[in-house]
């Protein structure tokens, strides 16, 4: 199986930055896309950002100016840089991944789509 961790969410002020950062572990054969979504409360989810393995990227037009996904594909990881932050961005954001997992000492793989448990970003006015 494949997990997703989150970190990096917390507090910050109208304008001001931070960086969150999704690492994918367990039996994992190949990730293909990696990807940010949010959730506002009373919202339902919305892309945020992807990330391909070729290094296809494709960002939400709401925060393109602002957010910059990236990834590390040997470690795993991908981030997102969020600058100038507002209000609107406060939600709940969450990491997705899809791709192959190894299911038997073979080399036989399935494959997976998870999602992380989440981490909150609470922007302040």
């Known amino acids: 199986q494949v997990q997703l961790v989150e970190s990096g969410g917390g507090l910050v002020q109208s304008g001001g930055s931070l960086s969150l950062s999704c690492v994918a572990s367990g039996s994992i054969s190949s990730i293909q896309t990696m990807a940010w979504y949010r959730q506002a409360p009373g919202s339902t989810r919305e892309l945020v950002a992807t990330?391909?393995?070729?290094?296809?990227?494709n960002v939400a037009n709401s925060v393109k100016d602002r957010f910059t996904i990236s990834r590390n594909s040997a470690k795993n990881m991908i981030y997102l840089q969020m600058n100038n932050l507002k209000p609107a961005d406060t939600a709940v954001y969450y990491c997705?991944?899809?791709?192959?997992?190894?299911?038997?000492?073979?080399?036989?793989?399935?494959?997976?789509?998870?999602w992380g448990q989440g981490t909150l970003v609470t922007v302040s006015s």
């Open positions: 997705n991944a899809d791709g192959k997992f190894i299911i038997n000492v073979e080399g036989a793989y399935k494959s997976f789509e998870v």
């Open positions: 990330i391909t393995s070729g290094g296809n990227i």
